[in-house]
């Protein structure tokens, strides 16, 4: 892929949003491609692979802030007058005027860091460190140094626990399909048993230099893409890329207290980088199942627990639920109904290892049918109660 074959690339197109979008349609508009078009659903068909790298790849830079900035930036720059070497002027009156007539040293290479793709020309879903390709746009001189290592792409993916897996931790195997690392040349690109050499043309710093009157234009270099290095023997299956699409599973480790909704990062887990370059990181969006018994208010654990009558006016032990074993909580003489209890240490732990509390939460229950005994003794509290004074309703407001 040539400069401007790249810069020209329109990611809001493959996306099927306009310029003006916002983050959050942007995000929706990738969501429905990438599901559409996901591998797992469309086994064998390679129209669908493609297209679920390109969106992976306008996403990686468009759905990021800065780097959609500096990709807007650079898109400006180019329909206001700026030209590659060897397509014409230098710069066009929109495009760098106003710098009179000091001999002013633009390097391209500072608008694309880390060079083009790998041997087979392929930028594929590993694009994901188009922030290196473009970091540079903005108020720097030329550019010095081999490129910069371009990392693959962020990868997201989706995952449901229940309430007390996610209370306290667990770990899960998940299984991907995306690009990783070809196991055949192990990511080098190079067939076994040989290796990438130094490119001849750049002499393995990745950029050719041009003038062109008062400006100096550094490029990648068109022999090795801006690799550095070249490979004479690529690899029969990644095509010299260094990846491939292939299904694998992971561990993923969730820590104890991740609520509903929060992201889990595991580094270095997303795409594999061209020819051996940095994978990108996993993001796993944990959603967490209600509990029949349990929720939370921050790291407390909540649990309602029915209780009768006379338990609360007599006062006793009752037993309650944990995320562990069971436990017995004494209720006071007298409590009112509705009162929480809390027990210190048996809620979800912190993140620094200490647990919130239990709030035990006491409901009375009325019983619906009564024995005669019981009736008959019901009766009899009930007179004992009116004797001694007793009014449930002496400070109620609706008694007034």
Same mark, same amino acid.
């Given at each position: ?28 508009? =990738? ?39 500096? =990709? ?7 329909? @206001?007058?700026? $030209? ?7 710069? /066009? ?16 290479? &500072? ?6 793709? /790998? ?6 879903? @590993? ?85 062109? @009157? ?8 068109? &022999?090795?893409? +801006?690799? +550095? ?12 890329? +260094? ?66 009558? /006379? ?33 210190? @240490?048996?809620?979800?732990?912190? $993140? ?18 009564? &024995? &005669? ?28």
């Amino acid at each position: 892929m040539t400069q401007r074959e790249w810069a020209e690339k329109d990611y809001y197109a493959d996306l099927g949003v306009s310029k003006s979008a916002s983050h959050d349609e942007i995000k929706k508009a =990738y969501r429905k491609l990438a599901r559409e078009n996901h591998p797992d659903k469309n086994p064998g068909n390679k129209a669908a692979e493609d297209k679920f790298k390109r969106v992976s790849e306008a996403y990686s830079v468009v759905g990021d802030e800065d780097k959609r900035r500096e =990709y807007d930036e650079l898109r400006s720059a180019l329909s @206001g007058g700026f $030209r590659f070497p060897g397509t014409g002027t230098g710069a /066009g009156a929109g495009g760098m005027g106003g710098m009179g007539g000091r001999n002013f040293d633009f390097d391209v290479s &500072d608008l694309f860091g880390g060079g083009f793709g /790998g041997a087979g020309g392929s930028t594929g879903a @590993g694009t994901g460190g188009l922030g290196d390709f473009l970091g540079g746009f903005v108020n720097r001189g030329a550019a010095s140094g081999r490129p910069k290592a371009r990392r693959g792409a962020d990868v997201e993916t989706e995952i449901t626990l229940d309430f007390r897996e996610a209370a306290q931790g667990v770990t899960i195997p998940l299984q991907l399909t995306n690009p990783s690392p070809c196991t055949n040349c192990n990511g080098s690109g190079a067939a076994p048993g040989t290796h990438p050499v130094t490119c001849t043309t750049c002499n393995g710093s990745g950029f050719t230099k041009e003038q062109k @009157g008062a400006f100096a234009f550094s490029a990648p270099c068109p &022999d090795c893409g +801006g690799q +550095g290095t070249r490979i004479e023997h690529p690899c029969p299956e990644c095509d010299g890329t +260094g990846v491939t699409t292939r299904r694998r599973t992971i561990t993923v480790r969730v820590p104890a207290g991740v609520v509903d909704g929060q992201k889990v990062r595991l580094a270095g887990q997303g795409e594999a980088g061209l020819r051996g370059r940095p994978a990108g990181d996993l993001f796993v969006t944990v959603h967490v199942r209600p509990d029949e018994v349990f929720t939370r208010s921050g790291n407390d654990l909540e649990v309602t627990v029915p209780v009768s009558f /006379g338990e609360l006016a007599l006062g006793g032990t009752i037993t309650v639920p944990t995320l562990g074993d069971k436990i017995r909580v004494r209720v006071p003489a007298g409590t009112a109904d509705g009162r929480t209890l809390r027990v210190r @240490g048996r809620g979800i732990p912190k $993140r620094n290892g200490t647990p919130g509390d239990l709030l035990v939460t006491v409901r009375v229950k009325v019983p619906k049918n009564l &024995d &005669d005994n019981a009736t008959s003794a019901l009766r009899s509290y009930v007179e004992a109660e009116r004797a001694s004074g007793f009014n449930p309703r002496e400070d109620w407001a609706g008694a007034k």
